[in-house]
């Protein structure tokens, strides 16, 4: 019994001489740590086995890797849901965390312009630009998406977002894969 009260005490002392904002702060990561535990994001990578037919291509999903950058020496995080061929969009939704501001952090939808024929040359291996717009959730104004999607077979291959933002631009480089 003596050995708890003297951890007991080692502890106390450990916490009061970090300080409010220290307690708060550890408080905080432990809470967020638990959470990403208990919570994953279930936007794994799924495998692809085989190609699909031509008249298939418009209809497969895009799966985006998370990704990161920095903007204003704060680390944002995209996640990215599976993006849909809609019309002449690829649409989804999108996360964007930001570490150490979280009140920063924002969730919406992405809509990326991808016309029927430029879909289907990109699934033959060519290189495609791309607009968009990113529509915040929470009623802010839209942001001005531009990228590049390079194919390195025809389900797969490298994917660059950028986006402007009042804190400046975001550049994000990730890969993509493609399934039904």
Same mark, same amino acid.
């Given at each position: 019994?003596?050995?708890?009260?003297?951890?007991?005490? &080692?502890?106390?002392?450990?916490?009061?001489?970090?300080?409010?904002?220290?307690?708060?702060?550890?408080?905080?990561?432990?809470?967020?740590?638990?959470?990403?535990?208990?919570?994953? $994001?279930?936007?794994? =990578?799924?495998? !692809?086995? $085989?190609?699909?037919?031509?008249?298939?291509? !418009?209809?497969?999903?895009?799966?985006?890797?998370?990704?990161?950058?920095?903007?204003?020496?704060? /680390?944002?995080?995209?996640?990215?849901?599976? #993006?849909?061929?809609?019309?002449?969009?690829?649409?989804?939704?999108?996360?964007?965390?930001?570490?150490?501001?979280?009140?920063?952090?924002?969730?919406?939808? #992405?809509?990326?312009?991808?016309?029927?024929? $430029?879909?289907?040359?990109? =699934?033959?291996?060519?290189?495609?630009? +791309? %607009?968009? /717009? &990113?529509?915040?959730?929470? *009623? &802010?104004?839209?942001?001005?998406? %531009? *990228?590049? &999607? %390079?194919? $390195?077979? /025809?389900?797969?291959?490298?994917?660059?977002?950028?986006?402007?933002?009042?804190?400046?631009?975001?550049? +994000?480089?990730?890969?993509?894969?493609?399934?039904?």
């Amino acid at each position: 019994m003596e050995h708890f009260k003297e951890d007991y005490i &080692a502890y106390n002392k450990a916490m009061d001489g970090m300080g409010r904002r220290g307690r708060a702060r550890l408080s905080l990561s432990m809470a967020l740590g638990f959470l990403l535990v208990l919570f994953p $994001s279930g936007l794994e =990578a799924h495998e !692809v086995t $085989s190609v699909p037919k031509m008249g298939a291509t !418009v209809e497969r999903r895009m799966f985006v890797d998370p990704s990161s950058t920095t903007v204003s020496h704060n /680390k944002v995080r995209l996640i990215v849901a599976p #993006l849909t061929h809609q019309g002449k969009f690829y649409v989804g939704s999108y996360q964007l965390k930001v570490f150490p501001y979280f009140f920063k952090s924002e969730t919406g939808t #992405l809509k990326l312009e991808a016309p029927d024929e $430029s879909v289907r040359k990109f =699934a033959e291996g060519t290189e495609m630009k +791309f %607009t968009g /717009k &990113a529509t915040n959730n929470k *009623g &802010a104004k839209d942001k001005v998406i %531009t *990228g590049k &999607a %390079t194919p $390195s077979d /025809k389900d797969k291959g490298r994917l660059i977002f950028s986006l402007e933002t009042d804190n400046g631009r975001m550049t +994000f480089k990730t890969s993509y894969h493609l399934a039904k």
